[in-house]
């Protein structure tokens, strides 16, 4: 059932009003949302809201330019805001309903504490409904109205894709595709999707391992989940575990490895000594869940990988994963508030922490090893801007190749093996597309030269 026909569609707007006040105020809506759940509070009740917050960020950028047009305020209280926002989305996305979505936002400012603003809450959302059309036709003509990102993230894509940046964009703003990684050593992808058909929930390969389902649904709905049959992970995040080429008996470094879904998958794939390290112990205990869940095993350790010392007991590695932090540009459409919370000083700050983390994972890994460096970014200077600086700094490197995302769209296959035959280049960056995030990947290899 959607929000708009809920019977208690002004409980979730009051809900999620009270999770975008605390986006609106800086807060990540994951933190948010964090805390909403652990809220004493009806399942049904805490999706509906939670789908009100992800509808209302991906409308961010039109709704929230007509709702301060349409407030003869200088500033209103963004608990406030946070509930016309909402209210607007669903007037927008809804307007059969409005009737239904006035009167609900009217009555959830009882519940925030705020019924001194039902007579502007229903004043400003009738207006909204009789000039949306004109509004948002105006408003649509600008870049920010008509993608939904800041100006200087459209501008960035748009230079560093000249050819796909507006798919790209387009693509960030709608609803994420659900992918799921069965566990190799259980099952393969064609006998699970001959499962799922069973119990009606459709579904096609991606390749040996990845299963895309038509439409999402509850984890807990998944035959053999909770078994360890099955992970969800995005087709894009599957590449890793392929990219870094890990053999029976390696060394293997995940680094900042939270929550652990490339954790598992290399596990899955083969057996090998892995030690996943990760800065924070709340997030380090998702990692063990996870192993748990799939009945794997690692060493898990609580450390900062920019240095070594806090955890490396000196025996070189023979491949590392270092998925490093990053703006998640290549993720917003399962996390929306990162375009407005994101600041274009922030990338030149995570690319510093990046080069720190490269050069220090670097030194752990041994002569003839591999070094797989990952991020879920779009933007040039997190990723490809990266290695000729750490080329530079590092003369023991060299870049090996990977597989091209562009045979990926081509095909729209999604599985590492059946793309391996494909020609190999060195930048592997793949955009956001219907059965993919956007990822980065670059694959370095210590030659033994000199460092």
């Known amino acids: 059932m959607s929000a708009a026909l809920s019977p208690s569609l002004s409980k979730a707007f009051a809900v999620a009003a009270e999770v975008l006040k605390r986006v609106i105020e800086g807060e990540s809506l994951t933190s948010a949302l964090a805390e909403l759940k652990r809220a004493p509070l009806a399942h049904t009740l805490v999706a509906a809201a939670q789908d009100l917050c992800f509808n209302a960020l991906r409308g961010y950028g039109v709704v929230d330019v007509i709702i301060e047009r349409l407030v003869d305020r200088p500033a209103i209280d963004s608990r406030l805001r946070a509930l016309l926002i909402a209210a607007g989305t669903e007037l927008a996305a809804r307007p059969r309903s409005a009737h239904a979505v006035v009167h609900q ?13 039902k007579g502007m809450v229903n004043a400003v959302l009738r207006n909204f409904q009789r000039r949306m059309q004109p509004l948002m036709s105006e408003i649509e003509t600008t870049d920010v109205g008509r993608y939904r990102h800041p100006q200087w993230w459209i501008d960035t894509v748009r230079k560093a894709y000249p050819r796909d940046w507006e798919s790209v964009l387009l693509e960030s703003n709608r609803h994420p595709p659900m992918t799921l990684r069965v566990n190799r ?22 390749g040996s391992e990845a299963v895309l389902l038509e439409k999402p649904c509850r984890v807990q709905l998944l035959p053999g989940f909770e078994a360890g049959e099955v992970s969800v992970q995005d087709a894009g995040a599957q590449v890793a575990a392929r990219l870094l080429d890990v053999h029976h008996g390696m060394r293997v470094l995940d680094a900042c490895a939270a929550p652990g879904g490339k954790t598992g998958h290399i596990l899955e794939l083969v057996e090998c000594s892995l030690t996943a390290v990760e800065v924070d112990t709340l997030r380090a205990g998702r990692i063990a869940e996870n192993l748990s869940r799939l009945g794997l095993k690692a060493r898990i350790l609580v450390g900062d990988c920019s240095d070594p010392s806090s955890f490396w007991d000196g025996t070189p590695f023979d491949r590392i994963l270092l998925d490093a932090p990053c703006s998640s540009s290549g993720v917003v459409r399962r996390h929306p508030d990162i375009k407005w919370l994101r600041r274009q000083g922030d990338i030149a700050k995570l690319a510093s922490v990046q080069s720190q983390l490269l050069d220090a994972t670097w ?38 190749p990977v597989v091209p995302p562009s045979a990926w769209r081509e095909t729209g ?28 990947y670059a694959l370095l290899e210590k030659t033994g030269g000199h460092a």
Do not use: W
């Open 363 to 400: 030194r752990m890994l041994g002569v003839g090893g591999k070094l797989l460096y990952a991020t879920c970014s779009l933007f040039p200077e997190e990723n490809s801007g990266q290695l000729p600086a750490f080329l530079e700094r590092h003369p023991d490197a060299g870049v090996l």
């Open 413 to 440: 296959q999604g599985d590492p093996e059946s793309l391996a035959a494909a020609a190999p280049f060195t930048e592997g960056q793949i955009l956001t597309n219907a059965t993919s995030d956007g990822f980065y």
């Open 185 to 206: 050593r259980r099952t393969s992808a064609s006998a699970y999707v001959e499962r799922l058909g069973r119990t009606q929930i459709a579904a096609r390969c991606l």
């Open 105 to 117: 936002a009217v009555e959830a400012t009882a519940m925030l504490g705020i019924s001194r603003a």
